[in-house]
């Protein structure tokens, strides 16, 4: 992570908002589970008679890669920009892009893995890139996983924090907007007890109809083999069939939790399941506001490193056949959503992942915000820019500078942070870090659609370089 210098504020990232969920009267015993292994993932199951697939991942791909970015966003840092530090709920862990926190084993499963120790861990969390999971009316919604909750138990999982989960389409970009927009924990534990965790968070914070920060929830043990030491399948459903609505969740089939729509007002239903859809999220957090109500600061010096959620496939099914997303939903498009034209203005700050950098307020014409305190070494990823039929040879970046003697290049690479650049530019100061221009660069000559990597190299160690955006042409 590049250092801050000392005339400028950082902003850290990217905030999860969940609650603060009552202590449980579990004893949590001082045994370490020690890892097994773990059996090649299975496919995702068929389609159950009377229900249409919407969308799944089984992660199926080499040992040793990401996830699909077709599917899935990677978050990293320790905030969404602009949004409430250490995700909203104190946990303490950098989320990363790195293959060490979050990658596919070969064997038809994704592995998060937090590594660290003392107060100091990374570890992982993707969304998905649809935001539109909601049940068409009369119909009902299924997201279900099978995933086996980190193998650690007892002193050792003191902090782990792992959770399969879902958020209102509308936090996106606001950040501000919980627990108003919807928030349904599918599966959810902490400290290596043997339970799973379901909740639904609403309303207003604190107090309001779902009692938030806690929310409305309940647990209860995995049955037969324990939560830690095997998979097990986490389901939850949104049934627009039934009078009145209801949310209903399940482990290994067994429904353990329900909210009915007429718990809550009328607004506060609404304003929870009016908008677009939910999208979803899979990770493992370290320490925070439900780890530490339940046993006091973690994670602690006895927290072992390196044990992982693993996660065979995630699935969503609707009720019924026919259209599977909602009547708001956008058609398919190619790139995937999230993807961008290359000859369109990029801006900086809607990159996919991203390592070591910031983003902050921009004064430059158009306001908004710019990608901040980037240093030497730091990159953004691009998923689903798609140049076309004709060859780009153009890349232009608006870009700043208050960083006095220091410099470095901006450069591009395509599909991998290890391919040779394909152009780049020197940036030295350029009188201040909101003193904007645009600097062109000649590029190899690109076609069809590509991941970009803007890179930045630099013979100094300090920030040498703000981006507000970027674009390609021919």
């Known amino acids: 992570m590049s250092m801050d210098s000392p005339t400028r504020t950082p902003e850290r990232r990217r905030p999860r908002l969940r609650a603060l969920l009552t202590a449980v009267g579990a004893a949590i015993l001082p045994v370490i589970a020690l890892a097994v292994t773990v059996p090649a993932g299975a496919a995702v199951p068929p389609t159950p008679t009377g229900w249409s697939l919407v969308w799944s991942d089984d992660f199926n791909g080499s040992a040793g890669t990401l996830p699909s970015s077709a599917n899935w966003i990677i978050d990293t840092g320790h905030a969404y920009p602009g949004g409430p530090a250490n995700w909203g709920t104190g946990e303490i862990q950098n989320y990363t892009a790195s293959t060490s926190n979050l990658s596919l084993d070969g064997a038809g499963n994704l592995r998060i893995t937090p590594i660290g120790s003392g107060q100091n861990w990374t570890s992982a969390r993707i969304e998905t890139r649809r935001a539109d999971f909601k049940p068409a009316a009369g119909r009902v919604l299924r997201i279900e996983g099978r995933i086996q909750m980190p193998n650690v138990t007892g002193n050792a999982a003191l902090g782990y924090w792992p959770a399969f989960w879902a958020l209102g389409a509308p936090y996106r970009g606001n950040y501000w907007n919980w627990p108003g927009i919807g928030e349904f924990d599918i599966m959810e534990n902490v400290n290596g007890i043997n339970a799973v965790w379901g909740v639904l968070h609403c309303g207003v914070s604190p107090g309001g109809p779902c009692n938030e920060t806690t929310g409305l929830g309940a647990n209860r043990p995995c049955p037969g083999s324990t939560c830690q030491s095997a998979f097990h399948t986490y389901r939850f459903e949104w049934d627009r069939a039934a009078t009145p609505n209801a949310l209903r969740w399940y482990v290994d089939g067994q429904q353990f939790h329900s909210v009915n729509q007429n718990q809550v007002d009328a607004t506060t239903w609404n304003n929870m399941t009016g908008h677009a859809g939910y999208f979803l999220l899979l990770n493992v957090a370290m320490g925070g506001a439900f780890p530490n109500a339940l046993a006091g600061q973690t994670p602690t010096a006895a927290t072992v490193s390196g044990r992982p959620m693993?996660?065979?496939?995630?699935?969503?099914?609707?009720?019924?056949?026919?259209?599977?997303?909602?009547?708001?939903?956008?058609?398919?498009?190619?790139?995937?959503?999230?993807?961008?034209?290359?000859?369109?203005?990029?801006?900086?700050?809607?990159?996919?992942?991203?390592?070591?950098?910031?983003?902050?307020?921009?004064?430059?014409?158009?306001?908004?915000?710019?990608?901040?305190?980037?240093?030497?070494?730091?990159?953004?990823?691009?998923?689903?820019?798609?140049?076309?039929?004709?060859?780009?040879?153009?890349?232009?970046?608006?870009?700043?500078?208050?960083?006095?003697?220091?410099?470095?290049?901006?450069?591009?690479?395509?599909d991998s942070l290890t391919a040779a650049p394909?152009?780049?530019?020197?940036?030295?100061?350029?009188?201040?870090?909101?003193?904007?221009?645009?600097?062109?660069?000649?590029?190899?000559?690109?076609?069809?659609?590509?991941?970009?990597?803007?890179?930045?190299?630099?013979?100094?160690p300090a920030d040498y370089v703000n981006l507000n955006w970027f674009t390609f042409g021919n």
């Open 310 to 414: 693993v996660v065979d496939y995630v699935a969503v099914w609707q009720s019924g056949t026919g259209p599977t997303g909602p009547p708001t939903s956008p058609p398919p498009t190619t790139p995937p959503p999230g993807g961008v034209d290359a000859r369109s203005t990029i801006q900086a700050e809607n990159y996919q992942a991203q390592s070591g950098t910031q983003t902050e307020a921009t004064t430059d014409a158009g306001g908004g915000s710019n990608v901040s305190h980037i240093a030497g070494g730091d990159w953004l990823r691009y998923d689903g820019v798609n140049f076309g039929s004709a060859a780009a040879t153009q890349f232009s970046a608006r870009v700043a500078s208050g960083a006095g003697g220091a410099s470095g290049l901006v450069q591009v690479r395509l």
């Open 422 to 460: 394909i152009g780049d530019f020197a940036i030295g100061d350029t009188g201040g870090w909101q003193s904007w221009r645009t600097v062109p660069a000649n590029i190899a000559g690109v076609t069809g659609t590509h991941t970009v990597y803007l890179t930045f190299s630099s013979g100094q």
